[in-house]
């Protein structure tokens, strides 16, 4: 019985597949496995999935907003700390692995800036006692200044920071230190850089401050020898500095624009109630003096005189008739001089003209007085930074639709304007009032290609273009070829299989030796499969009869 036993490769029908071309290795074995038949239909499908991933993939590309840095440079205890913040918000975020950058994405920008602002980040580099404490122990003499001028710099940079408009500051000392020699000593000196807030600015006031901040923590250092500078360049410290003038320039400009400011608050102030905002617009132009005069005077007031000492002598003769007497000669034999007609006081009854007579006095009196005499000096200075001439001009509203402004109301408002700027005719002060009909200020549209919603679209848009573009102009033609390449080894395969047919059913027709399960599932019609299987059971009664039993017991097992 045991030749008569169907063995498994009898009863049960295999595919077998048409050899084909085989290679040796990992590209042999790749394309054996690609000409397999299940694979080779399966390929459009993977193909098409694999083309609309990569399709997506290119569009999330493309799609999202390019990353920009929140923060670089920062220490690695600032920078777990950003991280860990933005986790907690859900903020998408990168990190640059060769510069260590925090980037988010762009749309994110603003809020990661805000929630890292929440929690106080960054919170900026150590300061100067955890340098000193980091000092490593036998460090050279060298080592130890550095360290120490390093933490010195760090506390003055974060008390500098402590200023509102101040965001990060950096300062740097240079000295040399002091020398035993008197002619060998320099002075030291500094600088800050300051970056500012955004839209933040600092006074001269705040300027000077942090002048006199850095130079009175620094033993021997002068103000004038402090530098500040902010991120754009600037240096804020000019006016301390050598360049005195611009300093002065920048100072009256300043000024000039307080004042314009000043007036022109006040014509808003009054004018307002009784034309409403935005129904009238002012312009004031002050010409300043700042000229600075100075004049001394030095008087004797006539009134101020005082009697300080007084010295005199008082002289009195007697005129007696003179004796005879001197040399006989020509001299004494002259007539005497003539007589004076000036009156004697002492002797107001005499004549004038008259000769003196004998027995008469004579009263001479000389006083010398020292006077007080009062002096007055007085030293003007000019106030400097006056104004020299005022030009204001007001453009009123005309009422639209409305009766306009008379030539009287135009004269009031004109009045009150002077009022209110302190009109001086002397000083040639001109104040211009008209009434106008204004353009009407529409708001000032924002160009459709600068609106915040453009942005996504144009992205997304682009994003979806570049994916149909691979997909219509790439992935479509590859799916023609790789389908057209299916459908040729599809009909070469059809082919082998009806001529395999055909020959097995001229083999069945001519009554061939030996039929196989095989030949029996190749034939291609109903009537070739059962000559096969009458020629079948010619050939072999007996496993065709072990064929039908377990069949019959196959259809039995299933039925029970």
Same mark, same amino acid.
């Given at each position: 019985?045991?030749?008569?036993?169907?063995?498994?490769?009898?009863?049960?029908?295999?595919?077998?597949?048409?050899?084909?071309?085989?290679?040796?290795?990992?590209?042999?074995?790749?394309?054996?496995?690609?000409?397999?038949?299940? =694979?080779?239909?399966?390929?459009?499908?993977?193909?098409?999935?694999?083309?609309?991933?990569?399709?997506?993939?290119?569009?999330?590309?493309?799609?999202?907003?390019?990353?920009?840095?929140?923060?670089?440079?920062?220490?690695?205890?600032?920078?777990?700390?950003?991280?860990?913040?933005?986790?907690?918000?859900?903020?998408?975020?990168?990190?640059?692995?060769?510069?260590?950058?925090?980037? =988010?994405?762009?749309?994110?920008?603003?809020?990661?800036?805000?929630?890292?602002?929440?929690?106080?980040?960054?919170?900026?580099?150590?300061?100067?006692?955890?340098?000193?404490?980091?000092?490593?122990?036998?460090?050279?003499?060298?080592?130890?200044?550095?360290?120490?001028?390093?933490?010195?710099?760090?506390?003055?940079?974060?008390?500098?920071?402590?200023?509102?408009?101040?965001?990060?500051?950096?300062?740097?000392?240079?000295?040399?230190?002091?020398?035993?020699?008197?002619?060998?000593?320099?002075?030291?000196?500094?600088?800050?850089?300051?970056?500012?807030?955004?839209?933040?600015?600092?006074?001269?006031?705040?300027?000077?401050?942090?002048?006199?901040?850095?130079?009175?923590?620094?033993?021997?250092?002068?103000?004038?020898?402090?530098?500040?500078?902010?991120?754009?360049?600037?240096?804020?410290?000019?006016?301390?500095?050598?360049?005195?003038?611009?300093?002065?320039?920048?100072?009256?400009?300043?000024?000039?624009?307080? $004042?314009?400011?000043?007036?022109?608050?006040?014509?808003?102030?009054?004018?307002?109630?009784?034309?409403?905002?935005?129904?009238? $617009?002012?312009?004031?132009?002050?010409?300043?003096?700042?000229?600075?005069?100075?004049?001394?005077? *030095?008087?004797?007031?006539?009134?101020?005189?005082?009697?300080?000492?007084?010295?005199?002598?008082?002289?009195?003769?007697?005129?007696?008739?003179?004796?005879?007497?001197?040399?006989?000669?020509?001299?004494?034999?002259?007539?005497?001089?003539?007589?004076? $007609?000036?009156?004697?006081?002492?002797?107001?009854?005499? =004549?004038?003209?008259?000769?003196?007579?004998?027995?008469?006095?004579?009263?001479?009196?000389?006083?010398?007085?020292?006077?007080?005499?009062?002096?007055?000096?007085?030293?003007?200075?000019?106030?400097?930074?006056?104004?020299?001439?005022?030009?204001?001009?007001?453009?009123?509203?005309?009422?639209?639709?409305?009766?306009?402004?008379?030539?009287?109301?135009?004269?009031?408002?004109?009045?009150?304007?002077?009022?209110?700027?302190?009109?001086?005719?002397?000083?040639?002060?001109?104040?211009?009032?008209?009434?106008?009909?204004?353009?009407?200020?529409?708001?000032?549209?924002?160009?459709?290609?600068?609106?915040?919603?453009?942005?996504?679209?144009?992205?997304?848009?682009?994003?979806?273009?570049?994916?149909?573009?691979?997909?219509?102009?790439?992935?479509?033609?590859?799916?023609?070829?790789?389908?057209?390449?299916?459908?040729?080894?599809?009909?070469?395969?059809?082919?082998?299989?009806?001529?395999?047919?055909?020959?097995?059913? *001229?083999?069945?027709?001519?009554?061939?030796?030996?039929?196989?399960?095989?030949?029996?599932?190749?034939?291609?019609?109903? *009537?070739?499969?059962?000559?096969?299987?009458?020629?079948?059971?010619?050939?072999?009664?007996?496993?065709?009869?072990?064929?039908?039993?377990?069949?019959?017991?196959?259809?039995?097992?299933?039925?029970?």
């Amino acid at each position: 019985m045991s030749e008569l036993a169907a063995t498994p490769n009898d009863l049960t029908p295999t595919a077998r597949p048409l050899p084909i071309a085989g290679g040796t290795g990992m590209m042999g074995r790749a394309r054996d496995f690609m000409s397999q038949p299940a =694979v080779i239909k399966a390929l459009p499908a993977i193909a098409f999935v694999g083309l609309i991933g990569l399709a997506a993939l290119l569009w999330m590309t493309f799609s999202q907003a390019p990353g920009r840095t929140l923060f670089s440079g920062l220490a690695d205890s600032d920078k777990a700390a950003v991280v860990e913040a933005l986790q907690g918000a859900g903020i998408a975020h990168q990190l640059d692995s060769s510069t260590g950058a925090v980037t =988010v994405s762009e749309d994110d920008y603003h809020q990661a800036r805000m929630v890292a602002a929440a929690q106080g980040l960054p919170r900026g580099a150590p300061d100067g006692g955890q340098v000193m404490e980091n000092l490593p122990l036998g460090a050279s003499r060298a080592v130890e200044g550095e360290r120490i001028r390093a933490a010195r710099q760090m506390d003055l940079a974060r008390t500098i920071e402590a200023i509102d408009a101040v965001r990060t500051a950096r300062v740097h000392i240079a000295d040399n230190g002091q020398s035993v020699f008197v002619r060998d000593r320099a002075s030291p000196g500094a600088s800050v850089m300051l970056t500012l807030e955004s839209g933040r600015s600092l006074s001269d006031g705040q300027v000077q401050a942090i002048i006199h901040l850095v130079a009175s923590s620094i033993p021997n250092l002068n103000p004038e020898q402090v530098s500040v500078v902010d991120q754009n360049g600037r240096l804020l410290s000019r006016a301390g500095g050598s360049d005195g003038a611009s300093g002065e320039s920048e100072r009256q400009l300043a000024v000039q624009q307080a $004042t314009e400011g000043r007036y022109r608050e006040a014509i808003a102030t009054l004018l307002t109630p009784i034309l409403g905002a935005g129904n009238f $617009t002012a312009e004031v132009s002050a010409e300043m003096d700042f000229s600075q005069t100075e004049a001394s005077r *030095e008087a004797f007031p006539e009134a101020s005189r005082a009697l300080r000492s007084e010295q005199g002598t008082v002289t009195q003769e007697t005129n007696a008739q003179p004796a005879a007497g001197g040399i006989p000669g020509t001299l004494a034999n002259e007539a005497p001089p003539p007589a004076t $007609t000036t009156p004697d006081p002492n002797n107001p009854n005499a =004549v004038p003209g008259a000769p003196a007579t004998a027995n008469e006095t004579r009263r001479n009196e000389q006083y010398a007085r020292n006077y007080a005499v009062g002096r007055e000096i007085s030293v003007t200075r000019q106030q400097t930074g006056t104004v020299k001439r005022l030009s204001v001009a007001v453009a009123v509203r005309n009422p639209e639709g409305g009766r306009p402004l008379t030539r009287d109301e135009i004269q009031s408002l004109e009045n009150l304007i002077r009022g209110a700027v302190g009109f001086s005719q002397q000083r040639g002060d001109m104040v211009a009032l008209t009434a106008r009909s204004f353009v009407s200020e529409e708001a000032t549209a924002v160009s459709w290609w600068q609106e915040a919603w453009l942005s996504p679209i144009v992205r997304s848009v682009g994003g979806l273009i570049l994916a149909l573009t691979f997909l219509l102009v790439i992935a479509r033609p590859l799916m023609k070829r790789l389908t057209a390449a299916a459908a040729r080894r599809a009909e070469s395969r059809n082919q082998v299989r009806e001529e395999i047919a055909a020959a097995v059913q *001229e083999h069945a027709k001519t009554g061939g030796s030996h039929v196989t399960i095989d030949m029996i599932e190749a034939a291609p019609s109903y *009537e070739a499969r059962a000559e096969l299987i009458r020629n079948f059971v010619r050939q072999d009664p007996a496993r065709a009869a072990l064929v039908v039993r377990d069949l019959i017991r196959a259809d039995t097992q299933g039925a029970a």
